[in-house]
């Protein structure tokens, strides 16, 4: 496998083990392209800006069992059919995209967000809105709080995906969030180690 990077966004080759098919024809490479925004959260945690037909072949590669959308519109018929097609839940939580206050973030919306990223059973899943900087860092960094990020790690990794379009406002938000309140909902959850080499923590119920 090679990685390109292709300005912001990179090109995942999967190259087949031989150049020549059956019928002595060229096989081109599978060409795999992320959504923008992409990066990975935890192991079976993704984020990302909002998927397109273009992302298919990198989403099925994910094998994901969940998405966590972040915006009120109705998701796109094109992408549906993809999510119903492979079996994936979409979870929706419609945060409206504004630049007013932090008060205008649903908290709730957030917390049940949240609930679903715990749950491991909906892993694989990625999380997107529709740039993957606001509403998608603003879910990011109060999982982050949930994780004991400190808050300067937490801002520091918000900033690094919303670049010169960070808000303010979504810092204050991150920052005035109180995860005490979840602690029942994360009642039970303990670390897991898997597989050999260097241990990997993982949350589980």
């Not at 969940?66 to 796109?76: A, M, Q």
């Not at 801002?155 to 010169?164: K, M, Q, S, W």
């Not at 898997?194 to 923590?201: D, E």
């Amino acid at each position: 496998m090679i990685l390109e990077e292709e300005g912001e966004v990179g090109a995942l080759i999967l190259m087949p083990k031989s150049k020549r098919g059956a019928s002595n024809r060229i096989i081109k490479p599978e060409l795999l392209i992320p959504p923008s925004n992409f990066g990975m959260v935890d192991r079976g945690i993704y984020r990302s800006g909002f998927p397109g037909p273009d992302n298919f072949g990198f989403l099925d590669a994910l094998k994901l069992r969940s998405i966590v959308y972040l915006c009120p519109e109705p998701y796109p018929e094109v992408s549906a059919e993809f999510v119903k097609a492979r079996g994936i839940k979409l979870f929706q939580f419609g945060i409206e995209g504004s630049r007013e206050p932090f008060v205008n973030i649903p908290q709730d919306s957030i917390a049940e967000a949240l609930r679903v990223l715990l749950d491991i059973r909906n892993h694989p899943v990625l999380i997107h809105c529709k740039r993957g900087k606001h509403r998608t860092g603003c879910l990011v960094g109060c999982f982050r709080k949930l994780q004991n990020w400190c808050l300067s790690s937490v801002f520091e990794e918000y900033l690094r995906f919303a670049g010169d379009k960070a808000r303010a406002s979504d810092l204050k938000f991150i920052e005035m969030f109180d995860v005490s309140w979840m602690m029942q909902s994360i009642h039970g959850i303990i670390y897991r180690y898997h597989g050999c080499g260097p241990q990997v923590r993982r949350l589980v119920y």
